[in-house]
Nanobody, 115 residues
Framework: QVQLVESGGGSVQAGQSLTLSCAASIRIDYYLPMGWYRQVPGKQRELVARARSGVMDYADFVKGRFTIARDYGRSTVSLRMNSLKSEDTAVYFC??????????WGRGIEVTVSS
């Protein structure tokens, strides 16, 4: 069974930085996405950033603050989060597709930003 193992996260003050990391237990194809989503209670899970085929996509609300880096050879992805805001507080989920259209999710990792 494919697993995504997340690390990083925690509690920080507004304006500080955190880095999330995720490693897949199998190879994720270059052409398939690997990235990060987040969710707060009562809201839908939303895309934060993802990378595939050498292209990175970002949600508007993180552009200029967050940077995704994917190692296609090792099937790992990281998310560097700078200038964190209280509204970035959420559970962050690593996501990948090992097969087209079939999402795999990590367990989620909490990020808390206090103002």
């Amino acid at each position: 069974q494919v697993q995504l193992v997340e690390s990083g996260g925690g509690s920080v003050q507004a304006g500080q930085s955190l880095t999330l990391s995720c490693a897949a237990s199998i190879r994720i194809d270059y052409y398939l996405p690997m990235g990060w989503y987040r969710q707060v209670p009562g809201k839908q899970r939303e895309l934060v950033a993802r990378a595939r085929s050498g292209v990175m996509d970002y949600a508007d609300f993180v552009k200029g603050r967050f940077t995704i880096a994917r190692d296609y050879g090792r099937s790992t992805v990281s998310l560097r989060m700078n200038s964190l805001k209280s509204e970035d507080t959420a559970v962050y989920f690593c996501n990948a597709q090992a097969v087209v259209g079939q999402d795999i999710w990590g367990r989620g990792i909490e990020v808390t930003v206090s103002s």
